[in-house]
């Protein structure tokens, strides 16, 4: 067989620390097996890489041409990788005849010209990034491998696999060390390693620093010194290196030292640990010591040495310094789940807090005064018509050629797939995007110009698909938003003499018909998804508009909600007067509550008409709808939704 199965692993193992030595292993390996070429291969299938690192006894130039040619079609690894399990051994000749081999482009202009025909892999890792294997070759006019040779494999391929993962771990961990002797070197905290004689043996950029200022520490002979009131210093540094006796054996201990500057204050904090010296390398580092400037005890709480570090010794002497940073990130944590608007806010709280406790007030719980009756809402009547709108972004066309018109008391959807363009043309109709070709007008008049505030007023609202509410605010302020007057008098009167307006009537009535009267002093952050969305419309509506856009406003609404959401959009059309403008990929609450459809798709309007005709269009079902949604989208009747606004408007 050659050589003992023992000096076969022995450059194994060896190669974990010496990478080079895996060169003797394959070759050890090969000389026992009676294989002329050894390899050690990393590959990939799902993404046809393979990578050799190693090659024995075959041209080196062939492991750039494997790499760059020819691991997608090594057929070995395509048809026996499921066979792959670390510390397993695969053999060609049972994935693939060797007949089908010859008939290979991988055999015919790359194992050929190194005289390879048979070949066994050793399996040393296999996830999902691939596998890594140590192959074994033959040449073909050879007799296959022995069921002793495939026993000595059978017997090394444990071995293989134990020795990679090794390997992998010990790279892992040199990988770690320089990483954690960089962050020491570069860390802001000065730290000084000291030997036997109190000397310091290595210290930090940031040590050599504190040391050139000195007006707190200097060095003599090697040692470090406090510039003032250096006995304990001094005290502590012996304790920590020399040792002191307790109970009659010698122990060294950790101390902490405030030192003082030259008007007598407190300026720096010195933390001395003992080291094990069988932990060092040269067993000379007996002590390490840290520095830290001291600062006020909120501004150091988080810093190692400082007001929290202080704490966390009196509470549980000689901890380690990790804890400090431990408490830290779980305080961070904690504070920003509480505080969510930061410290500034929760400050403000804290201060009203006070105010209440000092005054002896208490937060007012009485239930608000219930909102007034108001008459049944009409708005002015307005017809919205958008003429052959174009945008562009840079070089891309969002929207081409889109026309529509919106009536006083009808209900148009606009529907697409993502990316049609539906939210750009809002945002263009309500001014927040200029087209560049075609005309919004309102009533007749060209608005394409009109800056938002103005459409605003002239009774354009709309409301958004982020919500975009007052998070930190309640119900009640979201909507005042949209109740204070809009006139030039308003703003100069807010100024000399702010007050609070009521709710517009618009606004109540669009409170109770969304039935948001029990949440108006709720917080918009404390209520859910669905129920922020009806306040976003609520706020659109207190605007009371001629015209609103409504940008899904059913998404994330139960279907229970989406129904009685459809009873009052159709109430605002058919009661107030509202020509609306609705965006919604809910096709039964779009083609039962509709007047009309626009159909876009990449920017393209490709139908327009009543909802039975687009249901039937077939460029729109093959564009969005599909068959099977086609057939049931229109199920549910206008009649239904009709009716619900009935139901509703008698309770």
């Known amino acids: 067989m050659g050589r003992e199965l023992g000096e076969i692993l022995e450059p194994l193992y060896a190669a974990a620390l010496e990478p080079e030595l895996l060169a003797d292993f394959s070759a050890a390996l090969c000389e026992a097996t009676g294989s002329h070429v050894g390899a050690v291969m990393a590959h990939d299938a799902a993404h046809a890489r393979g990578q050799l690192d190693l090659l024995v006894g075959a041209d080196p130039v062939h492991m750039a041409a494997y790499e760059q040619e020819y691991a997608a079609d090594n057929p070995w690894m395509r048809h026996g990788q499921h066979l792959m399990v670390a510390g397993g051994v695969m053999d060609s000749d049972a994935v693939l005849s060797r007949a089908e081999l010859k008939r290979t482009r991988y055999y ?3 194992l050929r010209i190194s005289d390879v025909e048979q070949s066994i892999a050793l399996c040393a890792q296999a996830d999902a990034q691939g596998v890594v294997v140590a192959t074994l070759c033959r040449a073909g006019s ?16 444990p071995h293989w696999a134990n020795a990679y993962a090794i390997q992998r771990r010990l790279s892992w961990l040199e990988q770690r060390v320089q990483t954690l002797e960089a962050a020491v070197e570069a860390a802001p905290l000065a730290m000084m390693m000291l030997d036997a004689g109190q000397r310091v043996l290595r210290m930090n950029a940031a040590a050599e620093q504190l040391l050139s200022q000195g007006d707190l520490l200097c060095l003599q002979r090697g040692r470090p010194q406090a510039n003032f009131g250096g006995q304990p210093l001094r005290q502590a540094l012996h304790e920590a290196v020399a040792g002191v006796h307790v109970d009659g054996s010698l122990q060294r201990r950790a101390a902490k030292v405030i030192l003082e500057n030259a008007l007598g204050r407190a300026a720096l904090v010195a933390d001395i640990h003992p080291l094990d010296a069988g932990s060092q390398p040269d067993g000379t580092a007996l002590a390490i010591l840290f520095l830290q400037p001291v600062g006020a005890p909120a501004g150091s709480t988080l810093a190692t040495g400082g007001f929290g570090s202080w704490l966390i010794d009196i509470i549980v002497p000689g901890a380690s310094a ?27 709280h804290q201060v009203q807090a006070l105010g209440r406790l000092v005054l002896r007030r208490t937060p007012r719980t009485a239930p608000a005064a219930p ?3 108001v008459e ?16 562009r972004f840079g070089g891309v066309t969002a929207v081409n050629g889109a026309t529509l018109s919106v009536e006083p008391g009808r209900i148009v959807g606009l529907i697409g797939p993502n990316g049609a363009g539906k939210t750009t043309l809002i945002d263009t109709v309500t001014g927040f995007v200029r087209p560049a070709e075609g005309s919004v007008s309102l009533n007749g008049e060209d608005m394409t110009g009109w800056p938002v505030h103005r459409r605003t007023r002239a009774g354009v609202s ?24 809009s006139d030039a008098r308003s703003y100069v009167t807010d100024i000399v003499a702010p007050r609070r307006a009521p709710l517009s009537p618009a606004a109540v009535a669009a409170v109770k018909a969304l039935e948001l009267e029990d949440l108006l002093d709720t917080r918009i952050s404390d ?3 669905g129920r922020r969305r009806l306040v976003a419309i609520a706020r659109a509506v207190a605007t009371q508009p001629s015209v609103l856009l409504l940008d899904e ?22 009661e107030w007067g509202l020509g609306i403008l609705l965006i919604e990929h809910d096709m039964s609450f779009v083609m039962s509550l509709c007047d009309e459809i626009v159909v876009l798709n990449f920017g393209q309007q490709i139908a327009r008409g009543t909802p039975e005709e687009v249901r039937r269009n077939p460029e729109v079902i093959a564009a969005y709808l599909g068959e099977e949604i086609a057939e049931s989208a229109g199920s549910p009747s206008r009649n239904s939704v009709v009716a619900a606004a009935s139901g509703s408007q008698e309770q």
Request: proline residues 6%.
């Open 371 to 373: 909102l007034p009756e």
């Open 376 to 391: 049944r809402q009409t708005v002015p009547p307005a017809r919205l018509a958008v003429d052959n709108v174009v945008v």
């Open 142 to 157: 050879l007799p296959a491998y022995s069921d002793a040779h495939m026993a000595l494999v059978r017997q090394v391929a």
């Open 462 to 485: 709309r409301s958004f698909q982020s919500l975009e509410l007052f998070e930190s605010s309640t119900v009640r302020e979201n909507l005042a938003v949209a109740s204070d007057p």
């Open 553 to 574: 406003p059913a998404a994330g609404l139960s279907s229970s909600e989406t129904r009685e959401l459809a009873a009052v959009v159709r109430r605002l059309a058919d």
């Open 322 to 348: 990790a804890w400090l940073m431990i408490v830290a990130g779980l305080v961070v944590v904690v504070f920003a789940l509480l505080h969510p608007d930061g410290m500034v806010s929760a400050q403000i």
């Open 527 to 529: 209520l859910s998804y």
């Open 108 to 110: 015919n202009e790359y």
